[in-house]
T-cell receptor, first 109, second 116 residues
Framework: DAKTTQPPSMDCAEGRAANLPCNHS???????VYWYRQIHSQGPQYIIHGLKNNETNEMASLIITEDRKSSTLILPHATLRDTAVYYC??????????FGAGTTVTVRA | GAGVSQSPSNKVTEKGKDVELRCDPI?????LYWYRQSLGQGLEFLIY????????KSGLPSDRFSAERTGGSVSTLTIQRTQQEDSAVYLC??????????????FGSGTQLSVL
């Protein structure tokens, strides 16, 4: 029952920017887009979230299109430690996140 | 503590035994969640607590699964008469009470349950 679509996998060179796309064409006007990541054998970790404006924090930037039907998570300088599964999520309701398959990102030296 | 704490980190049990998994959320977080993750799979929602009540138990797979929360803090997930298909990582998360409109979940490291 995920509301988002992501590519299953992508590779990135260490030190380069990683751009992770996500489609959420059925998003409604008051729904946020969340990004989490899960490094192997750990619990998911919050990265960033946004409503309509672009957002940036110490981990990443989130670019949301004007129609809000898609977004891109940008890791500006990928490191080997950024290798993880990245989840793009639109909450099902005001308390539940549905984690789909995500995008497996492999950062290569 | 600074984060969500789960114990034990690993649990090996025999088929048919009961197990209890514990979660200590971040202090002050009134919302608490249990998820399950089977090997190579995504996260499966199990149950949501707001305070001590569980308004959404829809993800519990069968009546062998139950959860409680006391004092608005610690939660215990109990699995009775464990089966091999219960083997998975059980993840707990907590968040502040304002709902996911503008809030985030903090996850523990999980309990790896292996049913032999």
């Amino acid at each position: 029952d995920a509301k988002t679509t992501q590519p299953p996998s992508m590779d990135c060179a260490e030190g380069r920017a990683a751009n992770l796309p996500c489609n959420h064409s059925t998003i409604s006007g008051n729904e946020y887009v969340y990004w989490y990541r899960q490094i192997h054998s750990q619990g998911p970790q919050y990265i960033i979230h946004g409503l309509k404006n672009n957002e940036t924090n110490e981990m990443a930037s989130l670019i949301i299109t004007e129609d809000r039907k898609s977004s891109t998570l940008i890791l500006p300088h990928a490191t080997l430690r950024d290798t993880a599964v990245y989840y793009c999520i639109v909450p099902i309701n005001d308390y539940k996140l549905s984690f789909g398959a995500g995008t497996t990102v492999t950062v290569r030296a | 503590g600074a984060g969500v704490s789960q114990s034990p980190s690993n649990k090996v049990t025999e088929k048919g035994k009961d197990v209890e998994l514990r979660c200590d959320p971040i202090s002050g977080h009134t919302a608490l969640y249990w998820y399950r993750q089977s090997l190579g799979q995504g996260l499966e929602f199990l149950i949501y607590f707001q305070g001590n009540s569980a308004p959404d138990k829809s993800g519990l797979p069968s009546d062998r699964f139950s959860a409680e929360r006391t004092g608005g803090s610690v939660s215990t997930l109990t699995i009775q008469r464990t089966q091999q298909e219960d083997s998975a990582v059980y993840l707990c998360a907590s968040s502040a009470p304002w709902g996911l409109a503008n809030e985030k979940l903090f996850f523990g490291s999980g309990t790896q349950l292996s049913v032999l």
